[in-house]
C-alpha cells in the first residue's frame, strides 16, 4: 500500500465549478499535512497547510480527519488559472533522523472556459 | 526571502561525466532536501540532511553522492549515470520539527545521454 494515495484524475471541470480532492496516508504517526500546486515544469508551491480544525484560504478550504487518516480539499469557483495538479503531503516525523516528506501521485486539474 | 535557488537549471551529461548540482537557501532552515521527479510523477525524496548531518538516505545509488558544505548549502555530485537517471532534481529545504513548510528550488533538469 502507497503512504499517501490520490485519485490521479484528470478532473476537468467548468469555470465557477467546486471540486473536491481526497487524500489518505496510511501511517498514523504522520505529523503535519499540506496541500502543492505544482503547474506544468515547474516546482512544487504550497497552496496550504492542512489542520483538524479545518482551515480555509480564499477559494480554498482543507480539512484533516486524523481519525480516518483523511485529508481533503475544496476548490470553489474555479478558474482557468487553477489549472495544474495537486499534490498531497504527508510529513513523517522520524524524531532522530528530522522530517521526512512524502507525496502522492498528485491529482491533475483542468478548468475550461 | 523565502528562495531556494538551484543551479544549473539545465545539464546535459555524460554517462562517464562528472558533475554537480548546487542548492542554496537563505532562510535558516537547518533542514534540506533532494529530491528525484520524474516526468507525470510526484517527487521521490533521495536524501535528507538534518543540521548538515547526512539523516536520511532513501537506498540512493552511490553514483549519487549528497554533500552539506554549510548550513545555507546542500550540493549533489553526480558520476557515472546511466539515461535512466534524467530527471527534474528538486532541492527544498525547511525549518525542523511539527508544522514544518517546505519550500523548493525550481530544479535541474538533467538529461543523461
Known amino acids: 500500500r502507497k503512504e499517501v494515495e490520490q485519485d490521479p484524475g484528470p478532473f476537468n471541470v467548468p469555470e465557477g465549478a467546486t471540486v473536491a480532492f481526497n487524500c489518505t496516508y496510511s501511517n498514523s504517526a504522520s505529523q503535519s499535512f499540506f496541500w502543492y500546486r505544482q503547474d506544468c515544469r515547474k516546482e512544487p508551491k504550497l497552496l496550504m497547510s492542512v489542520y483538524s480544525s479545518g482551515n480555509e484560504d480564499g477559494r480554498f478550504t482543507a480539512q484533516l480527519n486524523r481519525a480516518s487518516q483523511y485529508i481533503s480539499l475544496l476548490i470553489r469557483d474555479s478558474k482557468l488559472s487553477d489549472s495544474a495538479t495537486y499534490l498531497c503531503v504527508v510529513n513523517l516525523i522520524v524524531l532522530e533522523y528530522g522530517n521526512k516528506l512524502v507525496f502522492g501521485a498528485g491529482t491533475i486539474l483542468r478548468v475550461k472556459s | 526571502d523565502t528562495e531556494v535557488t538551484q543551479t544549473p537549471k539545465h545539464l546535459v551529461m555524460g554517462m562517464t561525466n562528472k558533475k554537480s548540482l548546487k542548492c542554496e537557501q537563505h532562510?535558516?532552515?537547518?533542514?534540506m532536501y533532494w529530491y528525484k521527479q520524474k516526468a507525470k510523477k510526484p517527487p521521490e525524496l533521495m536524501f535528507v540532511?538534518?543540521?548538515?548531518?547526512?539523516?536520511i538516505n532513501e537506498s540512493v545509488p552511490s553514483r549519487f553522492s549528497p554533500e552539506c558544505p554549510n548550513s545555507s548549502l546542500l550540493n549533489l555530485h553526480l558520476h557515472a549515470l546511466q539515461p535512466e537517471d534524467s530527471a527534474l532534481y528538486l532541492c527544498?529545504?525547511?525549518?525542523?520539527?511539527?508544522?514544518?513548510?517546505?519550500?523548493f528550488g525550481q530544479g535541474t533538469r538533467l538529461t543523461v545521454v
Open positions: 527544498a529545504s525547511s525549518e525542523q520539527g511539527l508544522g514544518m513548510i517546505a519550500f
Open positions: 532562510m535558516g532552515h537547518r533542514a
Open positions: 540532511y538534518s543540521y548538515e548531518k547526512l539523516s
